[in-house]
């Protein structure tokens, strides 16, 4: 069973920037998938990011390309999303999420308990 643990969460004025930091436990960290998903209050969860297991490869959200970087250190079992030029509209819940690599589902079987970013105008 993985844990996730988020932090870095906090207010932000637009422009600004913040680092998200996820830290896992009880799996083989390097084994696993790690993604960031937002949810705002009334909308549906999105994808923001993700970087896999084998090549470090990424991907992003069309909303948070260009501003958003994720990053993962496997000797830390952490997974970071620095996020620039912050907007209003990237208010939201942030959750970390961890799928293995064996798994045959895209679905992300481990989810962190989120961390809250807002951003004023």
């Known amino acids: 069973q993985v844990q996730l643990v988020e932090s870095g969460g906090g207010l932000v004025q637009a422009g600004g920037s913040l680092r998200l930091s996820c830290v896992a436990s009880?799996?083989?960290?390097?084994?696993?998938?790690m993604g960031w998903f937002r949810q705002a209050p009334g909308k549906e969860r999105e994808f923001v990011a993700r970087i896999s297991w084998s090549n470090f490869r990424t991907r992003y959200g069309d909303s948070v390309k260009g501003r958003f970087t994720i990053s993962r250190d496997n000797a830390k079992n952490t997974v970071n999303l620095q996020m620039n030029n912050l907007k209003p509209e990237d208010t939201a819940v942030y959750y970390c999420a961890a799928r293995h690599s064996s798994s045959r589902s895209a679905e992300y079987a481990y989810w962190g308990q989120g961390t809250q970013v807002t951003v004023s105008s």
């Open positions: 009880g799996g083989t960290f390097s084994s696993y998938t």
